[in-house]
Each structure stands twice: as C-alpha cells, then as structure tokens.
C-alpha cells in the first residue's frame, strides 16, 4: 500500500464507491520499472475490490489506469451534480448492486443469460464469482446492477430449476476468482467395497490429502486437446492453430459442428463453413468469422475475434498439462517426501531447499512451477525434465514471452500435495438406484423431510463432503479416492452401464 499515496488512495476510494465522475483514476508510474508496474497492479487490486488496472504509454510515459470492473454502465447512475436523495435510499438498488444467491438443479451454467432476459437487462451488467462445470445441483453467488430484489424474487414463480435468495445490496461487483474456494456434496453410487476400505481411502484423503493436478476438464472433451491448441499458439505456428480448432475430429459433436467442420475441409471457405451454424458465438464461429473479416494472411487478428479469456484457455491449458506430467515424474522419482532440489514459499518467493532444509519440511509445503518467464524451476533433474519437454515441444524455456503479450507466460507455482477442508462421509444403504441420497439446502428450506434409507438396502452408496480452495478440482480429490480413472468417456461408459 505504500506504493500509493493518500490522494490516489482517496481518488481510487471513490471509483470503487461509483462517486468518481472521471470513470478511470491515472496513476504515473515514476520510476519505469515491471516490478513497480506490478506493485502498482497488486496494490491497487488488493486495497480496492472491483478495480481493475491496464497500463498505457502516452507522450513516453507510463500511467497505470485503473476502472470500475462493472463497466461505464455502473458508472452511469451516478451524474454530476447528482446527489443521494431521500427516494434513493428507499430504492438502493439505483446506486447499488444486488447480490444474491442463484440455485440451480440439473442445469448448465447459463444463469447470467436467464437472469439477465427475465429481469429484462443484459448480461453484462451480471457479475460472478467464478464458472462452474456442469453439476446436477449447485449454488452460484451472483451480483447485477441496478435491479431490485423484489424483482429478482419475482422470478422464482417463472423460473424452473432455479431459486434465488439471500438478497442484499452491495457497492462492488463481483469478479471472477474472488472467491475463497467452493464446498462439495458427492455421492457415489453402487459401491463395492467394504465399509473399512472406505474408511481407509477417506481417512486418507483427509489427513494426506491428493496430488493437486489439474483435472482432464482442463484439457477439453474432444478428440483435440485444448493444450495442443495452446502449444502451438506458442509455437507461432497460426496456419495450424486454425487446423486445430475446425478440422474434423472423432468423437461425438453437435451435428451441425460436424457439417461446419466439413465444410470448411472441402472448401476452406470461412463463410460457407459459417452458414452452416446456427450458433455462431462458439469458437469454431468465431474464428469463422474472424477468417471472413480478415482473410487467411492475418490468422493472429482473425484469432482475435475470439474472447480473450478463451484465448487464453488454451495456453493456460499447455501450461497445466506441462505441470501435471512433472508432478508425476516428481513423485515418481522422490515420493511424498520434501527432498533438496524441491521449491517452497516463502512471503511469495520460490527458493530451493537445502539438504538441512529438506529434513524440516513436508510434502505439502512442496510446490512445482507452471512454466513461464518470471519463476524459477527445482533444482534436482526434475527442473532439467522441464527444460528437455518444452525443448521437444519446439519451445525455449528461457524465452516464454510471446511476439503477442497476451501470449506470453509469466508462470506460477502451485501445491504437488493439497488436503480438502470439511472432510465427512457417510456410507447409505439404499433400494431405488433413481431416489436422490442428498438433502437439499432448498429442500430444507421447503420443509421437505430428509430421505429415509433402510439399514440393509439393495444398494450401498457413499456420500462425501470437502471444501476446496479455488482452482482446485474435485474429480482429482474423487479420483484419489475412487483409484479410477475420472474422464469424461470412462465416467459415461460407467453411467450407461449401470443405467441399462
């Protein structure tokens, strides 16, 4: 915080209370340096939620100019000249955001969408905290501007498989990974084994915990990768990154993406493949349209059409897939135990452990880096591993800033080990394999009395509970559990079989 000063504090303090006319506070970065750059970025984003901050050059100088996450629309409730009346405080929601709690059963993540056509807005003006694969029942806390509760209550009598509550107004949007983490309910149905071999692969879960990979969400469902597509964006090779994307591929598809994709193998025409879509905002259409606009000869603009965060899927997808295969080489060659070579934390910093070091430390205080230009890599031939696969991969370890900044990969580091919070688990007996085994929190709420579950039943299900941190992935703390594989085409394979 001391890289600001009391007056651009004041000023920032304002933009984030939606008092500050301008709609941006400019902030001249003195001495030109990343590292200040960066401390600039942190101090203002960590002391001022809902801020976010770009840098620009004008005149050869270097401003760092932070804005209001919620867009110019947040700012446009508040005028010059305006003042908060009496009427204001008896409808907050003109000048506030309202945050709520959305409760969705058996649906994908398109709340925002609905949200916003129900209450006759538009899906910027809903923020949230982070994006959540498909689940059958799950809570999502949601934030939209200058819309009132009653409203948004209104729409629990329109509104099927959703429930909306815990309203209140708030000043500050809501920003992806704002979050603390996320708590999971899992059951598994039909298990076979015995009552101490639970107990035994839970205990272990809670007191050791699971390798922290990254789960196969990560990398895609398709017979394309996602991290193929990122390794050769950083490749620089463009020609093959629009292969990748709309070649035809194996695999089930959308019909219309199959005839999409071939179209565009017979004619490498970017419109005639796009009027075979009837949804264009996917990535396939967009790059189509990119294509259409721009022409093959400037593949990186066309590219551009595409969302920044999708964009970036795709290396941050290379980067995840780098991880996990040298964390599995790291706990092939060392186990579970800290050993000199291996990278901790300490106030934000990797250092590499001494031989005396190792002997104090554990496991879980082990991280691994994502590759990129700004961490450093372990000591022992594991760091070695890193350099030998980006080098097979075409790229130079010592060199990950891309011609595209946005492309450029500064790297992390991340846990090898992680032990969820709130472990509890129960094994139920049960008859019907249709009959839910969870009790809702709506349920609950409802009145609705709990399920009752017979001492000797047909079936025996287990039914766990754990609180994650976030960017953590529960199908790798169920895998660790289950000992099986967790992918997409296993999980179905398993699901028709037992459906059937």
């Known amino acids: ?18 008092k500050n006319k301008e709609g941006n506070v400019t902030i001249e970065v003195v001495e030109d340096t990343k590292e200040k750059r960066t401390l600039l970025h942190q101090a203002v984003k960590s002391l001022f939620p809902g801020l976010e901050t770009k840098t620009e050059e004008r005149e050869g100088v270097k401003y760092i100019v932070a804005y209001h996450a919620a867009g110019k629309r947040a700012l446009a409730g508040t005028k010059p000249g305006y003042e908060l009346q009496q009427h204001d405080l008896l409808y907050p929601e003109r000048n ?26 538009e899906p910027e003006l809903c923020s949230y905290l982070h994006r959540l694969q498909r689940r059958p029942i799950c809570f999502v806390r949601r934030a939209v501007l200058q819309i009132s509760a009653q409203r948004l209550s209104h729409l629990n009598k329109c509104l099927m498989n959703f429930k909306l509550g815990n309203f209140s107004y708030k000043k500050h949007p809501l920003k992806l990974g704002e979050l603390q983490g996320n708590h999971f309910t899992v059951v598994i149905r039909n298990i076979s084994g015995s009552d101490a071999q639970v107990q035994q692969a839970m205990t272990s879960l809670r007191d050791t915990g699971f390798i922290n990979y990254y789960g196969m ?66 990535v396939e259409g967009q790059l189509l349209r990119g294509l259409a606009k721009y022409g093959r ?5 066309a590219f551009g059409l595409i969302p920044r965060n999708n964009r970036l899927m795709y290396i941050h997808s290379y980067q995840s897939y780098v991880w996990n295969c040298m964390v599995s080489r790291r706990i092939e060659a ?44 372990p000591a022992h031939h594991i760091g070695e591993g890193y350099r030998e696969m980006l080098s097979a991969d075409g790229l130079d370890i010592d060199n990950m800033r891309h011609k595209i900044r946005d492309y450029s990969l500064s790297g992390a580091y991340r846990r090898i080990l992680l032990r969820p919070q709130d472990v509890r688990w129960e094994v139920i007996s049960y008859d019907d394999p249709r009959i839910p085994l969870v009790h809702t929190d709506v349920e609950q709420l409802e009145g609705k009395p709990p399920p009752v579950f017979p001492k000797e039943g047909q079936y025996r299900a287990l039914r766990m509970e754990f609180s994650l941190p976030p960017s953590t992935y529960a199908t790798m703390a169920i895998r660790e559990v289950l000992k099986m594989d967790t992918s997409i085409k296993n999980q179905t394979q398993l699901n028709t079989t037992w459906l059937c």
């Not at 964006?233 to 219309?256: C, F, M, S």
């Not at 000869?297 to 603009?301: D, L």
């Not at 291996?342 to 082990?366: K, N």
């Open 217 to 282: 969400q990560r990398f895609g469902t398709t017979a394309v990768p996602t991290y193929q597509v990122g390794r050769t964006i950083l490749q620089n090779n463009w020609t093959e990154v629009v292969d990748l994307i709309l070649k035809p591929r194996p695999g089930a598809e959308k019909g219309y993406l199959v005839r999409c994709r071939e179209e565009w193998a017979r004619t490498q025409d970017p419109e005639a493949a796009l009027r075979k879509l009837p949804v264009k905002r996917c």
């Open 96 to 121: 506030k955001l309202c945050h709520l709690y959305v409760y969705r059963e058996r649906k994908r993540k398109i709340e925002a969408k609905v949200l916003a056509i129900m209450a006759n807005t």
């Open 1 to 18: 915080s001391d890289v600001l000063t009391e007056e651009q504090k004041q000023q920032l303090e304002e933009l984030q209370l939606f």
């Open 334 to 377: 060392f186990g579970l135990e800290a050993v000199p070579g291996d990278l901790v934390l300490r106030g934000g910093t990797a250092v590499p452990l001494s031989q005396e070091e190792a002997a104090s430390h554990t496991i879980h205080d082990v991280v691994m880096p994502l590759p990129g230009f700004d961490v450093i890599y």
């Open 297 to 301: 000869k400037n593949i990186v603009t």
